[in-house]
C-alpha cells in the first residue's frame, strides 16, 4: 500500500506540462494518476481503520427531529372506542405521521357520602389507592360537618370536591389509570359513610400515528378501553429513544426547541447532549426518571421539566449506578418529583452551572446508606456554580469521598442547605446558603476531613442553625470549620448534638446572632479547638463548651448586647463538666477578648472540681468558677476589658 505522498509535485507538473500529444505530458499525467489511485486507496483504508474503532460514530451528530420526535406540546381533545384504531380529535394540530401519540386514559372518581352524625371524638380514615388518611372529628359534628372536613382535608394525588354544605365529597384521582378501590372507616367516631367508585380509572394508550385523514387519525394499536373528549398529546418517548439508541459508540444528540414528553430517556455511552436554548425534555405521568445517563455523557443546556404535578415519581437527570465520567453543565431542571439530579454510585461526575427549583432534592450524590455503613460508595464529584431553590435537600449525599462543591447558591430548603453524610475528604467552599429549616451547612453519621471553608450562610427567623452537626451515634472527626460568614436571628451560628464532633478545628469565624441565641456550642465532643472567631450576639452566652476536654478555645472576639444573668449562670465563654466522660478537663482558654457579658469566662466544673482547664492572658470582664476544695485549673494574667492594668482573678460561686 502506497503511503501518503509529502506533497502535490508530480501532480502539479503534470498540470504545468499539458501539451497535446507529447510524450512527457503523457508521462507526467500517468504519474499523477498514480499518485491520485494510491492517495484514494490510502485515505479508504484510514477510512476503514476510523469505521472499526467507532471513530466516525463519535463524530456523529443526531437531530431527534429526524427520528419523528415532534418537540411539540400541543395538546388537543379526542375519542376512541375500545377495540378501535381511529381516533376522532377536535383538532389534528402539529400531529403527522409517524410521530408518537398519548391518548389519555380516565382518572378515577370515588364519592363518599356521610349517613350520621359523629357520636364520639376521634378520626375516620378515607383511603385512596392503598394510602389511608385520617381526618379528626369531634363529637356532635353533623354528616355535612363531617363531610365539610373531610373536604377541607389533603389527600396526596387527589383533589377533593362536592358541593359545600352537603354530606358528600368527591375525590378525583390527579393521574390517569385503574386505581384500588377507595375505602371509608368511620373508626369509633360513629360518623359511617358509603364509599362508591363512580369512574373506573384506566391506563394511557401510548403508540404512533400511522395515517392522518381530516380530523381522524389513524393508530398503530387499537384502544382497550373507551374514551371521550380526553386530552391528545405527544409523545416522543419512542423516537428519542430511537435516536439516542442510533449512537452506538459516542456521538452528539441534538435537540432543538421544543417540547419533548417522554416517559424516561436513557442515553447511550459517551452520548454528548446538547440542546437550543429553548429545547425542553419534559416528563409523562409515571414514575421513570426522566434522563438518565450512561458513562462518558455530558449534558448542556438542556431543560428538566419533571412535570411532578402528574408524575408519581421519578428524577430529572439520573446518573447510574456504576457509571463514570460524565457532565451535567447549564441545565435548568425544575419540578422533579424526585432530586433535581441524583448521582447513584456513579463516581467522576461534573455537576455545573445548573439552576434547580421546587424538586424533591436538588443535587445528591449516593454511595450507599450512612445510618448503617461506613463503605464509602461514591468518589471524585465536582459540584460548582449551580443554583438550587425550593427544595429539602440542597446539595447532600452519603457515603462519597473527594466530594468537592464550590461556588454554589442554596435557599428555601425544608432540610439542609449543604450536607456530608458518612463522607470523607470533602470540601464545601465559596458556597452562599440562605434560609433553610434544619441547618445551612451540615454533616450527619460520623464524616471525616470534612471542609466548611469561605462560605455565606445567612438564616433568618425560624430556620436553623448555621453550621450543625447531626447524630451522635457516629462520631465525626477532623472537620474544618474556617473562615465562613455565619448571620442567624435566633438559632446558634455553630451547633452539635451531644457526643457527635472530636478532633476539629473552628476558626476565622465571622458569626453573628440577631437575638437570644449563642456563636458556638459543642456538647460532649474532645480535641475540638475554637481560634479566632468574632462572634456577636444578644445571648448570655458566646460560646458554650459542654463536657470536651483538651480543647483550645484562643484569640476570640465575643461581643454580647444583652446580658440580664446572674454572676456564674453564663458566659462569655463557659467550660461545663458534663459527666465523668465528658469532665471538661485540661481545656485552654486564652488571648480571648470578651465584652459585654455579666461572666466573662466561666470554669463550671460543679461535677468535678478538679478542672486542669487553664485560663490565661484573656481581657475579661469577669471570671467565675465552681467553688470547692482540690481545684486544680489555673487561671492567671488577665486583665479587665476597659484597663488593661487592671487583673481579674476568678470569683467562686
Not at 244 to 272: E, I, M, R
Not at 608 to 621: A, L, M, P, T
Amino acid at each position: 500500500m502506497a503511503t501518503l505522498p509529502a506533497d502535490r509535485s508530480k501532480l502539479a507538473l503534470a498540470q504545468s506540462n499539458q501539451v497535446a500529444g507529447t510524450v512527457a505530458s503523457g508521462q507526467k499525467n500517468k504519474d499523477a494518476l498514480t499518485e491520485a489511485y494510491d492517495t484514494v486507496d490510502l485515505l479508504f483504508q484510514r477510512l476503514n481503520e476510523y469505521q472499526n474503532a467507532g471513530t466516525l460514530s463519535r463524530l456523529a451528530i443526531i437531530n431527534v427531529k429526524d427520528y419523528n420526535a415532534s418537540g411539540s406540546a400541543q395538546t388537543t381533545t379526542g375519542s376512541i372506542t375500545a377495540g378501535d384504531n381511529k381516533l376522532t380529535v377536535a383538532s389534528a394540530i402539529d400531529f403527522a405521521s409517524g410521530q408518537g401519540i398519548n391518548v389519555y386514559g380516565k382518572y378515577e372518581v370515588a364519592s363518599l357520602q356521610i349517613t350520621a352524625a359523629a357520636t364520639a371524638s376521634s378520626n375516620v380514615t378515607v383511603t385512596l389507592n392503598g394510602v389511608a388518611t385520617t381526618v379528626a372529628v369531634v363529637n356532635g359534628d353533623t354528616a355535612i360537618n363531617v363531610a365539610t372536613k373531610i373536604r377541607a382535608a389533603t389527600f396526596a394525588g387527589w383533589t377533593t370536591g362536592g358541593t359545600a354544605g352537603t354530606d358528600t365529597v368527591t375525590f378525583t384521582s390527579t393521574t390517569t389509570g385503574n386505581k384500588t378501590d377507595a375505602t371509608y372507616s368511620a373508626g369509633t367516631t360513629g360518623a359511617s359513610g358509603t364509599m362508591t367508585t363512580t369512574t373506573q380509572g384506566s391506563a394511557d394508550l401510548i403508540t404512533t400515528i400511522s395515517g392522518i385523514s381530516g380530523t381522524t387519525l389513524t393508530l398503530a394499536a387499537n384502544a382497550s378501553t373507551t374514551v371521550t373528549s380526553v386530552t391528545v398529546a405527544h409523545d416522543d418517548t419512542v423516537a428519542l429513544t430511537n435516536a439516542a439508541n442510533s449512537l452506538t459508540n459516542g456521538g452528539t444528540l441534538y435537540f432543538p426547541g421544543g417540547t419533548y414528553l417522554t416517559d424516561g430517556l436513557s442515553l447511550t455511552a459517551k452520548t454528548k447532549l446538547i440542546a437550543s436554548g429553548n429545547a425542553i425534555l419534559k416528563g409523562r405521568s409515571g414514575t421513570a426518571d426522566v434522563l438518565t445517563l450512561a458513562s462518558g455523557c455530558s449534558v448542556y443546556g438542556l431543560e428538566i421539566d419533571g412535570n411532578k404535578s402528574i408524575k408519581t415519581g421519578g428524577r430529572g437527570i439520573h446518573a447510574a449506578p456504576n457509571i463514570s465520567d460524565y457532565i451535567v453543565e447549564g441545565c435548568y431542571i425544575h419540578d422533579c418529583f424526585g432530586q433535581g439530579i441524583e448521582a447513584n454510585a456513579a463516581s467522576k461526575g461534573r455537576l455545573a452551572n445548573n439552576r434547580i427549583e421546587n424538586c424533591l432534592h436538588g443535587i445528591q450524590w449516593w454511595g450507599g446508606d450512612s445510618a448503617t455503613s461506613e463503605t464509602i460508595g461514591i468518589f471524585d464529584i465536582t459540584i460548582v456554580g449551580n443554583i438550587i431553590k425550593g427544595v429539602m435537600g440542597g446539595i447532600w449525599g452519603s457515603l462519597g469521598e473527594r466530594i468537592t462543591v464550590v461556588g454554589n447558591t442554596i435557599e428555601s430548603c425544608t432540610d439542609v442547605g449543604i450536607d456530608f453524610e458518612g463522607c470523607m475528604h470533602c470540601v464545601a467552599s465559596g458556597n452562599t446558603v440562605k434560609n433553610c429549616t434544619y441547618a445551612g451547612l451540615a454533616a450527619f453519621f460520623g464524616s471525616k476531613y470534612i471542609e466548611f471553608t469561605g462560605n455565606t450562610v445567612k438564616q433568618d427567623n425560624t430556620y436553623g442553625p448555621g453550621i450543625k452537626f447531626f447524630s451522635s451515634s457516629k462520631q465525626h472527626n477532623y472537620i474544618t470549620v474556617n473562615n465562613n460568614t455565619i448571620y442567624t436571628y435566633n438559632q446558634p451560628g455553630i451547633f452539635t448534638d451531644v457526643g457527635c464532633l472530636f478532633n476539629s478545628l473552628i476558626s476565622g469565624n465571622l458569626i453573628r446572632v440577631e437575638t437570644v441565641d449563642l456563636g458556638i456550642r459543642i456538647q460532649s465532643g474532645n480535641k475540638n479547638d475554637i481560634i479566632g472567631n468574632k462572634i456577636i450576639t444578644a445571648s448570655t452566652h458566646g460560646i458554650l463548651y459542654e463536657g470536651g476536654s483538651d480543647s483550645l478555645i484562643v484569640q476570640n472576639d465575643i461581643e454580647t448586647s444583652t446580658d440580664a444573668s446572674a454572676g456564674g449562670a453564663a458566659g462569655g465563654i463557659r467550660l461545663v463538666w458534663i459527666s465523668s466522660t465528658y469532665p471538661c478537663h485540661r481545656n485552654i482558654v486564652r488571648d480571648n477578648f470578651v465584652r459585654g457579658f455579666v461572666t466573662g469566662v466561666n470554669d463550671d466544673c460543679g461535677g468535678d472540681i478538679i478542672s486542669y482547664n487553664w485560663i490565661e492572658g484573656n481581657r475579661v470582664s469577669t471570671i467565675y468558677r465552681r467553688a470547692g476544695a482540690g481545684y486544680a485549673g489555673r487561671i492567671e494574667r488577665n486583665v479587665s476589658t476597659g484597663n488593661p492594668n487592671t487583673d481579674v482573678a476568678g470569683t467562686t460561686y
